[in-house]
């Protein structure tokens, strides 16, 4: 007896330790198969309750009022799958006649409080068939990311989404990209993890960042080039410009386009020029774009400010194809900001909003977009940095949150990948001059 008890106190307080430090184990432990027997158990009649189930057909009423028999119930949407995932389950579901996918969508949260689950949300997989994704606990309250990603090149695993999917930055499809935040609400955070996942791909970075380089010069081993005044950065985006010209002359000069060209070797960026003549994609990181934009009314800086502007403008118009991407983060970015800057936001595809202090700055993300996300951007709660709304043009949007990436593991991943910094002729006078090199690669009589 005594034994039982103890054996029973060992396990209920491994479960709470699970559960406090572990929870995605704790999920897969004890919570998933709970989960499971109770959405069995529970499903017909929670379907019923919340008005997902049909009518029974006219013809088993008719057969049921001919032969006299009871009145057949109304039809429940039947299982087409259930399955246990690392942060829920996912309930595959064949719509019944007459329903459609909006009809679970406006269910999601009384199913979820009926299932007890933390969250559930509805998509369509196909005509006829919903998915209902459920999450067994708070995935975002402590972020971690899967081990096995679908990352690629350029493909970045950057947040953990509410419904416990990867949300990747992905710089093909979406060229350039906002992000908005007021200050302390994980904007940095959220760029360090971008430069983290970039520092090992082939790819070239550009920072500028006009907070004197607190943010970015840390990570300065990987950077070709960093700007650290707005001289600087108005010199390395004239410099992107210039290089962005070269490469299309070297496009044009590859296209070549005549009636015996194969179709598939007639490109227009540079992912279709052969290998040895692809120039190396490069990302620029701008940290506090309003510094940019600002100026303090002096003619010189005036002149500065507008040149810096039609720069940023011209990269983001004719980048993409030049494998120039760029990713701008800002605490606002509206027209208080000055001429050019609207122009400039519509050309930002990718629009993410960490928390902000007022309506105005979540409708400079995301007005244009989705009334939805300007929502769920000002409900951010301040007690959890780093989370965030990001939406695309198609305006869907999700909440994410990124993993809290320190600076010292952002600055190890850097120093790792060092030698992967490639050179771009264009911007040798930027590439940040290095500190001492790391201790722990000194030989060992000159590190003592
Ligand atoms: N994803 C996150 N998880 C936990 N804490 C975070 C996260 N992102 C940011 N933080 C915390 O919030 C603080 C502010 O983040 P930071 O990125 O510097 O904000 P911003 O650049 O918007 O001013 C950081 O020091 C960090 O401690
Ligand atoms: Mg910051």
């Given at each position: ?103 679970y969508l406006a269910s999601t949260d009384r199913l979820r409080h009926s299932f007890g689950l933390h969250g559930v949300a509805a998509c369509e997989i196909r005509a006829g ?189 004719l980048g993409r194809a030049a494998g120039i991407y760029v990713e701008v983060c800002g605490q606002r970015f509206g027209s208080e900001l000055g001429k050019g800057i609207t ?106």
């Amino acid at each position: 007896m005594v034994a039982w008890t103890i054996a029973g106190a060992v396990v209920t307080g491994l479960a709470l330790l699970l559960r406090w430090q572990r929870p995605a184990w704790y999920w897969l432990a004890f919570g998933a198969p709970l989960a499971l027997v109770r959405v069995l158990v529970r499903y017909g009649s929670v379907m019923d309750a919340c008005g997902l189930t049909v009518p029974p057909s006219r013809l088993r009423l008719t057969l049921a009022r001919v032969t006299g028999s009871t009145v057949p119930n109304s039809r429940v949407p039947r299982i087409l799958r259930l399955s246990v995932t690392r942060t829920g389950l996912v309930l595959r579901v064949k719509m019944r006649p007459g329903q459609d996918a909006f009809d679970y969508l406006a269910s999601t949260d009384r199913l979820r409080h009926s299932f007890g689950l933390h969250g559930v949300a509805a998509c369509e997989i196909r005509a006829g068939v919903v998915e209902l994704r459920m999450t067994g606990y708070d995935v975002l309250r402590r972020v971690q990311m899967p081990a096995r990603t679908d990352a690629g090149l350029l493909r970045l695993p950057v947040a953990l989404r509410e419904d416990g999917t990867v949300h990747y930055r992905d710089y093909r499809q979406v060229p350039h990209a906002l992000n908005i935040g007021a200050t302390q609400s994980g904007k940095s955070v959220y760029q360090r993890q971008l430069v983290a996942e970039l520092a090992p791909q082939p790819v070239a970075l550009v920072g500028i960042d006009c907070k004197q380089g607190v943010e970015l010069a840390p990570l300065a081993r990987r950077l070709s080039a960093l700007a650290a005044t707005p001289d600087d950065a108005l010199a390395v985006l004239e410099a992107l410009i210039e290089r962005m010209e070269e490469i299309y002359q070297t496009i044009r000069r590859e296209q070549r386009v005549s009636a015996d060209t194969p179709d598939e070797e007639i490109t227009a960026d540079i992912w279709g020029l052969p290998e040895h003549l692809r120039p190396v994609p490069v990302v620029v990181l701008i940290d506090e774009v309003a510094e940019l934009a600002l100026s303090a009314g002096s003619k010189e800086e005036e002149k500065r400010r507008d040149r810096i502007v039609t720069a940023l403008v011209r990269l983001v118009q004719l980048g993409r194809a030049a494998g120039i991407y760029v990713e701008v983060c800002g605490q606002r970015f509206g027209s208080e900001l000055g001429k050019g800057i609207t122009m400039l936001r519509a050309q930002l595809t990718g629009r993410t909003a960490h928390r902000v202090n007022d309506e105005a700055s979540a409708n400079m993300a995301f007005a244009d977009i989705s009334p939805d996300a300007v929502l769920a951007t000002v409900q951010i709660p301040a007690d959890r940095p780093g989370t965030a709304v990001a939406g695309d043009s198609s305006g869907g949007w999700v909440r994410i949150r990124t993993p809290h990436t320190s600076l010292r593991r952002a600055v190890n991943v850097c120093n790792a990948h060092a030698d992967l910094t490639p050179e771009l002729p264009e911007l040798a006078d930027f590439r940040p001059a290095l500190g001492p090199v790391p201790v722990e690669s000194l030989p060992v009589a000159e590190a003592a």
